[in-house]
């Protein structure tokens, strides 16, 4: 298994008036290559999962495996060398201080150890022109440029180079097409299905779009109030259609006798 979340709960404000259980008992694996899409409305869990997985918060109970490693209560820093995350926000993931190939470097010596072949010698140059050439955004030409002056579709492309290309045993993809207008995110989209399948990628993709999460991956998830509540995989998620999921979310809904069930509605998909 490459990544294992075993009986994962956490809550925020314990034993407090404003106590607020963001993930119960939850249980999800994935095998190496695996491309699961999450979606779920706004507090359901989903960014909370991500930042378990990531090392950024540290659960109540349960445990997080990486490839058969306990990295329960690493830090982030720590599995970090294991993870790479791409956020929401363009500005976010990168430092924009530094140059192009400053932030490169730093990406690619991910859970190396530090020293002088951080150096940017003309192979690293090379590699480099050559791995933002396929972003399709000239990038390969400002190498020198600090990331602060680029836009948000040239960042989030970065992001992404930055989160692949030293090839994680585990990519994290927190909506990272929502804050892109259409034409920049359908780009950042297909860029992240050539890097999947280039470095073999088991990725977790959180998203408000149902379209990429019936389009993206071989696996999908959906989240309520804490829990997984329905799942989608293989064939039976290739021959879903946007119709026959919200239909599926209302027969849960009209359970009656299940808790996640019970309050389901068309928007829990989308918002």
Do not use: C, W
């Not at 993709?205 to 998830?221: D, F, P, W």
């Not at 946007?242 to 808790?259: I, V, Y």
Request: glycine share 8%; net charge neutral; no cysteine.
């Amino acid at each position: 298994m490459m990544l294992e979340v075993r009986g994962i709960t956490k809550s925020f404000f314990p034993h407090t008036v404003n106590e607020r259980i963001a993930l119960r008992n939850v249980s999800l694996t994935l095998q190496a290559g695996d491309f699961v899409t999450i979606i779920g409305s706004n507090g359901a869990g989903k960014s909370t999962l991500l930042n378990i997985v990531s090392g950024r918060y540290e659960p109540d109970s349960g445990q997080v495996l990486i490839a058969g490693e306990d990295v329960t209560r690493q830090s982030d820093f720590e599995v970090a060398r294991r993870v790479g995350r791409v956020f929401q926000d363009p500005m976010a993931g990168t430092a924009p201080h530094l140059t192009i190939e400053e932030n490169l470097s730093l990406a690619l010596a991910r859970g190396k150890r530090r020293g002088l072949a951080l150096a940017l010698t003309a192979k690293k140059r090379d590699f480099f022109r050559e791995v933002l050439a396929s972003l399709e955004q000239g990038l390969e030409n400002r190498l020198t440029t600090k990331v602060g002056l680029l836009s948000g579709g040239q960042r989030q492309a970065l992001s992404l180079t930055m989160a692949t290309f030293s090839a994680p045993d585990i990519l994290l993809l927190d909506e990272h097409t929502a804050a892109l207008d259409p034409q920049r995110a359908a780009l950042i989209t297909r860029l992240t299905e050539q890097a999947v399948e280039r470095y073999s990628l088991t990725t977790l993709m959180v998203t408000h779009n149902m379209e990429q999460a019936l389009s993206m991956g071989n696996r999908l998830i959906m989240m309520h109030e804490g829990q997984i509540i329905f799942e989608l995989a293989g064939e039976a998620k290739k021959n879903a259609t946007q119709e026959s999921l919200l239909a599926e979310f209302d027969r849960l809904r009209n359970a009656g006798g299940t808790a996640a069930g019970a309050q389901l509605s068309d928007r829990t998909l989308l918002g």
